[in-house]
């Protein structure tokens, strides 16, 4: 399946604690049941043992004394907290990640917030952040221009949670508007429909800054390899030298020496102008995120 054919995934709050996003991220139906209301409702007392807890406390206050009594409701609360204690771990779970995807409501974005349109919007901002963070020059630290562990996770938040909102006001403005408008009022409905083509043209050239930083960011990684390869070789130039010398004359290692210096010297240049464009790219992708 092609990259842009695949849905988006979910996206989180990077600013969430770890806790709260690990939860919310190994929770996806329940997150699901959330955004559709679908919550169930926690079970009340059952009034067959609330009946009869009743008359138990009722029958022993008279047969014995305050006491007694006093007893008996310590041991029918020791024993409530056993069972709780001993209820089934995989329900006390699914009620913990109940509570919290309840809490961080806003936190999240399903891929079913979004229309067509906004999913594969929001699939080609993730599939040009994971290029970014998992180049190479990326994992060596080249790339200082901006944190991307920090920057580009941010930046596919804001860009899911707006492209969240473009969809909500497009259903909307499907259920307000469902067809053409007579020719005599349309130029009335225009103003609302172009609203809404400006904000996803923004959206598009924001992910298209994401995109094009990526693109220069595998441009660099592929100039990467062959700088590795060559400072790896820049380490044993004096053993090529020493060969050199031993098997040719003068007059042919001298040009064989500048010819493998020129190359490495070209291959280095190369890989400096990648970073630096890599670098450029960066700063406009952070310049978007300001607007």
Known sequence: MEPRTRPPSLVVDPSLPASVSSVLRSSPEILRSVRLGDIP????????????????????????????????????????????????PAARQARRRMRVALDHGNRFILPEDLDAG???LLRRAQDAAETVLGSQVNRAGLLDAI????????????????????????????????GTPPPEVAEAFAPY????????????ERVRALEEYAAQVRRADAVYHSYRQLELLAERTSQYEDLLAETAGDELAVP??????????????LFLESMEEARRAAGHLAGTGRT
Request: charged residues 20%; positive net charge; glycine residues 6%.
């Open 256 to 269: 064989r020496l500048e010819e493998m210096t020129g190359q490495a010297r070209q291959i280095r240049e």
């Open 147 to 178: 944190d991307n562990a920090v920057t580009l996770p941010d930046q596919v938040w804001q860009i899911a949670t707006k492209l969240a909102r473009l969809s909500a006001m497009r259903a909307e403005h499907r259920r307000i508007v469902p």
């Open 193 to 204: 429909s172009r609203a809404l083509e400006r904000v996803a043209d923004s959206l598009t």
């Open 118 to 120: 906004c999913g594969a």
């Open 41 to 88: 409702s926690a079970p009340g007392p059952d009034p067959v043992k609330v009946f009869s807890v009743t008359a138990l406390l009722g029958l022993v206050w008279a047969l014995t004394s305050l006491a007694g009594m006093l007893v008996l409701l310590v041991v029918v609360g020791a024993l409530t907290g056993m069972r709780r204690l001993t209820a089934d």
